[in-house]
Structures are given as C-alpha cells and as structure tokens.
C-alpha cells in the first residue's frame, strides 16, 4: 500500500524543519528514512537550527520584557557535547546538577561565570570543583547545606594556598505551589525533596551571613517544574522569591543581585491534537501547552511590580539580574528519533495488530516514567493519512515496555494511528524527543545505545555520538 493519498499538510509538519517531501519525512533539509540507511536505527536526529530558533525565541522574549534575562540551559535536558556546543556558540549560559555536567560544561568551553550549580545531594568533591572552579552560583537545596559549601571553601584555600573570593550561593526556595504538570515533574510542593521551605528562608539568609568571608549570597531561586502549562505559577513563584528579597533586603540590609525562576517553558507535544483524542482534556491541555515565553516573563514581572509598587522598592526590583534555566523549550522539538518496525503480529482474540520498534523506553524513558506522549508518524509515508490503528511496543523484555499506558491510567492513547498496512523495514518518528531522552539512555537487554547525527545549517549530517558496539556493554564490567 504505498499509493500517495494527497492530504493536506499533516498538523506536524514545521516549515523549514519538520517537513515532507516525496512522501517522506525531512528533517532540516535531510531524508530522514535515507538517514537510517546510513547511521542505522533506531537513531537520534538533532537540527542545530532548530536549537538555534529556539534560544533565538527566548532571547526575543527577554527583548519583548525589556530585561536583560541570564538563560542558563538546563544541561540535564541532554548534554551531548556537541549539543552543549551549539548552546554555548549562541552565547547562552548553562546550569548543571552534578559534578559530570559541571566537567562537561568545562570542557566545552562555558566559563565559569557562565555555570550555576543546583542538586540535592552534591558530593565534597563536586562542591570542591564548583568552589574550585568558582562559578557564578552554587545553588543551596537545604540550610545544612550552607556549611558544605564553608568547608569546601576552606579546603580550597587551604589546600591551594590561595586567596580564593568567597563562593558564589543562592538558595532555593519551595514555597508550595503547584502547577498542572505530571507529580513527578512538579518541584516546588513541600512534598517535593527539594529546597527550603518559606518558613526557614530567613534563618537560612542570617545563617548564610555569619561567615561573609566564605560565602557571598548572590541570588534566590525556584523551579516550579517541567512542562508547566500556565503562566500563574510562574507569577507567583516571582511574587513569592520577590516577597523573600525585600523582606531579607528589611531585615538584613542585604541586596540580592538575582532571581532565578528556574525552567519548565513547556513545549507542545501533541501537535496533532486530534491523534490524542482519547486522552483526558487536562492531560492534553498539559501535553499540547502552547506558552510563550514572552507570557511567562511579563506576567512575572507585573506581579512583582506591583508587588514592589506597593513596597515603594521599584528601584531594587529594576536591579535585580533575572536568571531562567530552560531545557525541553530548547531541545525537546529539536530532536526526532527514528525507529524501525522490526516485527508484526495480528492478535485474532483482540483483532489488533501489534508493531514491534526497535526504540524501547531504555532510549525514551519519560515513556515509562511518566507515560509521556510522543507523537508517533511514519517517516517513510508521512504523506499519507493516519488513520490505521496499532498497537505499538518496544523491543525490550518487560511488559511495560509499550507506546500505551498499560496500567489503564489513559495518560497514553491506546492505539497508534499510522498509515494502511505498515510492515516490517517501515520507519517511524517519535517526534519532539530531544530532552530527558539521550541522556537518561541505558543497556538494559545488552542493547547497545544508539548513534546520535546533527543536522547543520548547511544540510549535513554530522554523527554526534556513534552507536555503541557490543564491547562497549562490557567497557566497566571486571571479569
Ligand atoms: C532546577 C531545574 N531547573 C531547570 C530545569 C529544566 O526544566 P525544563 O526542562 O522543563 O525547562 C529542571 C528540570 O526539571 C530543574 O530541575
């Protein structure tokens, strides 16, 4: 069955980047059904242009606000160097949340002026490496916490013999509130494991006080969560870290000289609305959220405003740096993978027809994790109509391994629409799956990890991590 129907332009389909041409998918210039023949699969394919637009639409709405915002790329998103690379080319800065990422983020060429650090559990030795290094921030989760960073400083300076400046801290804030993302990905709820909740924030600042000559407090910081739909969390998370800076700035005569409102600028990954039809209105208002950043900012800061209105504080509410800690709004829809359908079967009891890929949530583990939705087409027919319906699973040994929710807790949609008679050797595209994807990726089944290409601005493709080989599954095992 490969009669192209004409349809109109699939809902998908991003001019200049996501597009079809002769009945196939093309990814920024690129076949991608061609790319699998080359690189094999299932592979991950990145636009460098479309990491470019994205940063670009950021830095737009930081214009549109009028402020000078500090985007600091949230590297956990996926921090593949050449990734990171294209991040720090466009000038942007970077936060890490472990000792790896703050050394990749190095070796890629941040400066450390360019790097804040945030973590639960930071290790002595990543606190060593941040004071070390002395980056623009360490972000502080607990009061416990403050003395960590103390005692790295001391160290530093007595192990360096040098007269290292006090370590750069924020603290971070969880001042309750929620928003309308999954639990898993909300951050900033008491029940969360992270920061410090309002009631300490001021014992916290006089304790980051006693010992200026270690430490300076530079900053204040939340993140609400990711994907958040709305604006109003975001507003009030500002109001709130606002409400915290003046009362300190009253009580202690400190001036903070940033606020950090972390990230969770959603990305709209139903596209095709009406593919996910089965799935609850909330849970498609979430997945298909279309927020611009420009919305968020200014909602922010008329909040705070009015806030500092009232207080008769505008003047210290214009000096304030703003920092944000984007991750799925620059990489999320800037990668595609590509999967092989590897096998097929008909079920006569249930009449589906099942299509075995060759991507399993060891290369996607939101899929698992969180029944995150992918949007599924066929790159080799993506001309044609999707209205076939299958069911979809992964190649891996485990019942959850599956494109549905098969705890029946309809986050996912049961069947996937594809086109008429899809067989064995079709490729498929999971779409918008360039965050929390290559970089949670593991061997589980012995299946080597997969390469990775980037698409350039000048059409070529470039192999940006290349395919693991068996031997790579043995690299740290001692036999
Ligand atoms: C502290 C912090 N900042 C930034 C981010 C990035 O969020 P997102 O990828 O939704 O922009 C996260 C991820 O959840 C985070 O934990």
């Known amino acids: 069955m490969s009669s192209l129907v004409a349809i109109s332009t699939p809902a998908w389909t991003i001019p200049g980047y996501l597009e079809v041409c002769d009945g196939r998918l093309r ?39 009028d402020r000078p915002i500090k985007f600091c790329y949230a590297s956990k998103a996926n921090s593949n160097m050449s990734v990171l690379k294209v991040v720090r080319d466009t000038g942007i800065d970077i936060e890490v949340n472990s000792g790896g990422e703050l050394y990749k983020a190095l070796r890629v060429g ?24 002395g980056i623009y921030s360490i972000n502080v989760d607990s009061i416990y916490e403050i003395e960590l960073v103390e005692n790295a400083v001391r160290r530093a300076r007595s192990e360096l013999n040098s007269g290292l400046p006090p370590a750069r801290i924020a603290l971070r804030l969880v001042p309750e509130i929620g928003t309308r993302s999954h639990l898993g990905l909300q951050t900033a709820l008491l029940t969360s494991k992270f920061g410090i909740s309002s009631s300490e924030v001021l014992d916290a600042f006089r304790r980051c006080l006693q010992h200026p000559e270690l430490i300076h407090v530079c900053g204040i910081h939340i993140h609400v969560g990711s994907q958040t739909p709305d604006v109003e969390p975001f507003a009030e998370a500002f109001k709130s870290m606002w409400n915290h800076l003046s009362a300190i ?26 593919q996910a039809d089965e799935l609850p209105e909330h849970e498609r208002d979430m997945l298909g959220a279309d927020l611009e950043p420009a919305a968020v900012l200014t909602e922010a800061l008329r909040v705070a405003r009015e806030s500092a209105r009232d207080a008769g504080a505008q003047q210290m509410l214009e000096g304030v740096t703003i920092l944000l800690e984007p991750g799925r709004s620059v990489i999320a829809d800037a ?7 590897r096998n097929i079967k008909h079920r006569p009891e ?20 969180y029944k995150w939705y992918y949007h599924l087409i066929s790159a080799s027919r993506a001309a044609e109509p999707s209205n076939t319906e299958y069911k979809v699973a992964g190649p891996l040994c485990d019942s959850g391994d599956v494109y549905f929710d098969i705890e029946r807790h309809g986050r996912l949609p049961d069947y996937r629409r594809l086109p008429l008679e899809v067989k064995p050797g079709e490729v498929l595209a999971l779409l918008n799956s360039g965050a929390y994807s290559l970089a949670q990726m593991f061997h589980y089944n012995g299946r080597p990890l997969p ?23 043995l690299v740290n095992d001692v036999w």
């Open 27 to 65: 990814i920024s210039g690129a076949d991608a059904v061609e790319l699998v023949h080359v690189h094999g699969s299932p592979l991950f394919v990145f636009s460098e242009a479309r990491i470019r637009a994205n940063i670009a639409r950021l830095q737009a709405a930081a214009k549109q606000v």
């Open 110 to 133: 941040f400066r450390p002026d360019q790097i804040i650090f945030n973590g639960t559990s930071k290790t002595d030795e990543e606190l060593d490496e941040a004071v070390r290094a």
């Open 249 to 274: 700035h009253r009580e202690t005569g400190l001036t903070l000289e940033h606020i950090n409102l972390g990230g969770g600028i959603p990305v709209n990954y139903l596209r095709d609305r009406s």
């Open 335 to 341: 990668g595609v993978v590509l999967t092989t359908v």
């Open 350 to 369: 249930t009449n589906d027809v099942w299509l075995l890929t060759d991507a399993g949530y060891n290369i996607l583990l939101s899929m698992n994790n």
């Open 451 to 473: 390469a990775a290409v980037m698409i350039r601005e000048d059409g070529q493709a470039e192999i940006i991590r290349r395919r693991d080989t068996y031997e790579d599954l």
